[in-house]
């Protein structure tokens, strides 16, 4: 079962922007913490940033200033607004939160299907 279904990536120019959306699946619960990850070919998925249920943010230093997370608690939803992008931001990113689909079962990290952003001119 999807849990957490992505949509937004794409191609965009230097110093352009992009919008990553992300939300849960019909009856999944989400838990506290929802974040985006990336991964570039060949390195190791990496913290993008995460926002908690009450609006907590946190970034890599790479995206401060860039980026910007949200989230939408009744639609189950988080967001990854990026501007000015960079041929370096270019990878494939992955939204995670933990989910469950029952309120007596325990949290269990999920991740979306990964969205490709490819950032060239």
């Known amino acids: 079962q999807v849990h957490l279904v992505e949509s937004g990536g794409g191609l965009v120019q230097p110093g352009g922007s992009l919008r990553l959306s992300c939300a849960a699946s019909e009856g999944i619960y989400i838990g506290n913490v929802m974040g985006w990850y990336r991964q570039a070919p060949e390195k190791q998925r990496e913290l993008v940033a995460t926002?908690?249920?009450?609006?907590?943010?946190n970034y890599a230093d790479s995206v401060l200033g860039r980026f910007t997370i949200s989230r939408d608690n009744a639609k189950k939803a988080v967001y990854l607004q990026m501007n000015s992008l960079k041929p370096e931001d270019t990878a494939v990113y992955y939204c995670?939160?933990?989910?469950?689909?029952?309120?007596?079962?325990?949290?269990?990290?999920?991740w979306g299907q990964g969205t490709q952003v490819t950032v060239s001119s």
């Open positions: 995670s939160a933990g989910t469950r689909t029952s309120i007596y079962q325990s949290y269990k990290d999920s």
């Open positions: 926002i908690t249920t009450g609006g907590r943010t």
